[in-house]
């Protein structure tokens, strides 16, 4: 290998690393589990059913198969290497993207550090909609409408009509496909103008009257070629409706940009890559504005459409970027040309170092905050955990509970994928199906507000299970004193609760769960323990929630805690619960003070070193908690190791303040090792 090519190879190593922590991270969206059913029901069925036989609130209702194409894809992609499969699908798209991208950055002339920065850009901006719905194959699409109409000029003129089987495609994947009727339009728009003061695309998109001639035809045929899709002119009209919708600032994924970081603080790098990108086309476009007098209409069109567009919904943000970042590519080559800067060829040997230093540093920094220094983002195969439904939807199977659910929301899509037909749903993420009707959305959100409403609408439709979300922010809270719900199952993700009265009043008597819920904060656990017998329900109930969920962490902690109280005569139980607890965690906040917890419970059963090394792990995760210096004492203790016992001994009382009860207690145990040193000295003293 010469040494001109090292550098790359390394950057190109990084970037690849780079882009597979991005895109290597288990299934997270509540939407890829029905458009896996519905693939399933297409494939199976061999047709596009006119009824959704999913929900019961659908009856009647029109059911668009907007991303049918997508369905089956990804249904068949399931069913030949299963879930695991899927990911790697994603990942491997998601690579492949990276790759076109670059090459476009690359053949617009830009140089391959800036290629390889921009790169790095759309990825941090792709990677909260790298999910597996239909719009991931939307992006790919876009690239390829894009490839097409920047390799015109150069290209036979016939080249254009490559944008109509594109454009079939698109129209049968995903609703995006309106931005592969605008872009061509977009870009024989700006043909129309005046030379004297536009450039499209700084002259790359700047056609002769030929190639104008069959761009035109092309866009005057695509809108008719976007009709070959199984429902016609109402998939085109389909995101305008949805669009319409008065809640659709309700989803997460309809809400303007600002609010991400809000919705969730680990995608503030997504506004910041949104807002870098723009301020950068805004600032060469200017630049070029001043030198030339010319602007670029399609760059500009693309900020001013897409880029408002994905202001007020975020959702849109990875189209508009992988739509404008050619295009800030060829005003950034046409800056250099002017000497604004040096051009590619004449990079200083300096730019050039610093360029790849660059590159190297921000790569090699996202790689390690993303391997090892932060739990923001879980990487690997599978499915998200505690996140779905999954044990409620066992629970459901294992006890033959069939027949019509309310279901929270984001449930809705995995249900359906484990539960239909034995079940059937009354919301889930299908805007054609299901989120067109505003008075359901209406009655489920007043539902969740009051006992009435949820009678109401439970009445309606003859519902007697309800699976809910147990998250304390999303959770309905008058639930918990209704007289005509039995809970039956719980778990940190989801609670199932059945109509007292009914059809499941045998098993309401056998499984219901009076004292014990869904509750991170376990202190209420603390009143049973002043009734033996209440006390004693309490645990049984936590028993039985935990052969109901071997994976239910937060009842595995519940024990731990109860068998603490219990004292040392349920230590063992006690270990094993902790045990239990710490192995579902992940990489939890708290996972240092269960380990902590489990130090404390091997030292209890005399097991002296398997203690020293959990309280060990338990400062090395949460170098602030006081529990495992005092087991690492008493270990020293129980050994004669006096000088450790001091430190650690030491490091307790630095913690605490002289009115803490705990403070008399330790300061004993350091004045006994302070006087073990000092006989050990005189012992040893000649």
Known sequence: MTAPRLPAVVLGMLLTAHLVLVGFFPISSEDTWWHLKQGELYVSSRSLPAQDPFAFTTEGRQWIHYSWAADILFYLVYRAVGLNGLVLFRLCLFLLLAFVLYRMLRDCGLHPLAAILLVFVASLALRFRLLIRPELLGFPLLLATLAILLRLKAAPPHAAYLLLPVQVAWINVHGSALFGLALPALVLGANLLPEAWTAPGWGRLRLDQARLRHLGATVVCLPFVSLLNPHGAAMLLFPFRQNRMMRLEWFTEWKPVWRLPEIDPTWWEVVIAFGGVVLAFVAVSTLLLIRERRVDPVGWGIVLSMGTYAVFRLRAI??????????????????????????????????????????????????????????????????????????AAAFLERHHLNGRIFNTYHFGGYLIWRRWPANQVIIDGRYDAILFDEALLEGMIRAYQSRAALDQITAAYGVEILLLNADPRDRMVHINHHPDWARVYWDPTAEVFLRRGGRHADLIGKREYRLTRSEPDLSYLVAYRRDPETWERALAELRRAVSDNPANGMAWLALAQEYRAAGPGAAELRLEAITRAAALMGRAPALGRVHAERAEALLQLGRLDEAKTAAQMALRLQGDLLLPHSVLAAVAENRGAWTEARNQLRAILGSLEPGDARWVGIRQRLEEAERRLREAEEWSAP
């Not at 508009?320 to 040309?337: G, N």
């Not at 540093?361 to 983002?377: E, H, K, M, N, P």
Request: glycine share 10%.
């Open 318 to 391: 990875p189209f508009f970027l992988l739509a404008v970042l050619p295009l800030l590519a060829l005003a950034l080559v046409r800056v250099a040309e002017h000497g604004l800067s040096q051009g590619p060829s004449r990079l200083s040997r300096r730019l050039v170092l610093l360029g790849g230093l660059a590159c190297l540093l921000i790569l090699g920094a996202s790689i390690v905050d993303q391997a090892l220094l932060t739990s923001r983002f879980s990487h690997g195969f599978g499915v998200r955990p505690n996140f779905f439904p999954e044990g």
